[in-house]
């Protein structure tokens, strides 16, 4: 966490001395302090609160979505051919896609509200994990654990949450990580056409009417919950491996 | 009292593409008794033991095992490393736990119950797997080369553990193993499975039953090289014969 923080200072510093010399302009390279400072009273005096919880709402959902699914799939994939056979070749096909090209599609689908933008957060959300997760549950099926399972016949929930899940939990911790980062993304993306709130709107609009500083406030908000998912998975993943891998 | 199951093999075969590893492979494991399997290594001893247990599925022949009632110990740790030594014999002791709690006090292996099987040596793993194996009292256990890892002083303890165990109620133990003098030691039967003719072509009765004063005997080391000595032909003939 310190060296974290000892890195982003220097950037903050470097920044600032290369305005302090002229060497950017401060007009499109606003001072981090300012841009924090803007950044509070956003949040606590403009709506940037509202704004960001719209988006968190739309990725609260479509993880709701994409991470159970996922799961279940992953499961059904791993544990029957035939249903491997008939899905797999479905999603090596569908995974390469650009997610934000079949967003036009969405919209004629599911219309401009709020359903579209979840459904391409949630496929987003849903490709990393399930391939996180499928990679992990056909490792551990090879592992001799598996055998053990077979042997003292474990009961169906034993094998599902005790075996799989616990057994996959680093994987799935880094699905997640990369998940909700990459559903971030998509969150963004898909507020910034179509929306009249979320904070890809407030970027794109703050840049429609060239409120450069709070363009800046606004990637920086999704820098800090961007972050915020990363550290927390981060340390997750850490105290699981320490613990007993 | 002698709770173990039969265990009876008849004309197993077994290859992978061209190769045939076992070729009409006949065996009978009696009741109750210690058999151990003698053969080089790649010469299909731990094929046959996932056969019998049903984690291969066979290709040809008969096999007659309680299969419903049988445990495995494998060669390596194969508890589940994610979870502590009491959650891993939880799982897998189908609702035994009092037995399982009772067999840990007697041996004393209280103290690593909340440890995750990464904390501990390689001899105490052996000794919960081995323990495992025998929770639920089943009639037929099979042992993949359980001791083949381990230093002779672990070894030596192992050996105890597991005659103490199977002394209990006397389940049947198929193992098998590279070690001759292990085999001498431990079994009832021996068989030695060829590599040439990829049956079992050899089959030897050590004794009937272990005796206490063997399990006894057991902690010193002298005892043990004296009782080894009177298998020094069979000893010599297996060497000769696995060569």
């Known amino acids: 966490m310190k060296k974290t923080f000892v890195s982003l200072l220097t950037v903050v510093v470097l920044w600032h001395t290369l305005i302090f010399f002229n060497l950017i302009d401060s007009a499109f390279f606003p001072p981090p302090i300012l841009v924090i400072k803007n950044l509070i009273a956003l949040f606590f005096e403009d709506n940037l609160l509202s704004q960001l919880l719209y988006s968190l709402k739309r990725l609260l959902i479509a993880s709701l979505i994409a991470v159970p699914l996922a799961i279940l799939i992953a499961l059904l994939t791993t544990h029957d051919k035939k249903i491997d056979d008939s899905l797999n070749p479905i999603i090596a096909f569908t995974f390469p896609l650009p997610k934000v090209a079949i967003y036009p599609l969405l919209l004629l689908i599911f219309g401009i509200a709020d359903w579209s933008k979840i459904t391409l957060i949630s496929i987003g959300i849903f490709y990393i994990i399930y391939i996180n997760f499928r990679i992990a549950i056909r490792r551990l099926l090879d592992s001799q654990a598996c055998e053990i399972t077979k042997i003292y016949k474990l009961s169906r929930i034993d094998y599902f949450w005790n075996f799989i899940i616990k057994g996959c939990q680093v994987e799935l911790l880094t699905g997640f990580k990369l998940g909700f980062n990459y559903g971030l993304t998509l969150v963004v993306v898909s507020e910034t056409s179509t929306s009249n709130n979320g904070l890809g709107y407030f970027i794109w609009k703050s840049w429609d009417q060239f409120k450069i500083i709070n363009v800046y406030s606004g990637i920086f908000m999704l820098s800090i919950i961007g972050f915020i998912f990363y550290y927390i998975f981060e340390n997750l993943i850490e105290r699981t491996r320490h613990k007993f891998f | ?243």
């Not at chain 2, 001791?147 to 192992?158: A, G, T």
Request: glycine letters at 4%.
């Open chain 2, 1 to 243: 009292m002698k709770l173990g199951s039969q265990l009876n093999i008849q004309d197993l075969s077994y290859s992978f593409g061209q190769t045939m590893i076992l070729d009409q492979l006949n065996l009978n494991v009696k009741e109750g008794s210690i058999h151990s399997l003698i053969g080089t290594t790649g010469v299909g001893k731990s094929l046959l033991l996932r056969l019998v247990s049903g984690l291969t599925q066979m290709q040809a022949g008969v096999i007659n095992a309680d299969t419903e009632n049988l445990s495995f110990v494998f060669q390596n740790n194969s508890f589940f490393s994610w979870l502590t030594i009491e959650k891993n014999l939880d799982l897998t002791s189908n609702q035994k736990t009092n037995e399982m709690h009772e067999l840990i006090r007697r041996f004393k292996l209280d103290e690593y119950l909340q440890l995750y099987p990464k904390f501990l040596s390689g001899g105490t793993v052996q000794k919960f797997n081995l323990l495992r194996a025998f929770i639920g009292k089943p009639k037929l256990i099979l042992m993949d080369e359980p001791y083949s890892h381990l230093d002779i002083i672990q070894r030596e303890d192992l050996y105890r553990f597991t005659l103490e165990l199977w002394n209990e109620y006397k389940p049947t133990i198929f193992f098998v193993t590279h070690d001759i003098d292990e085999a001498l030691y431990l079994s009832n039967h021996i068989s030695f499975l060829s590599k040439k003719s990829k049956k079992v072509a050899g089959e030897l009765k050590v004794k009937d039953d272990l005796p206490n004063a063997v399990l006894d005997s057991l902690v010193e080391h002298r005892a043990r090289e004296d009782y080894l000595k009177q298998f020094k032909f069979i000893h010599n003939w297996l060497t000769m014969d696995i060569n």
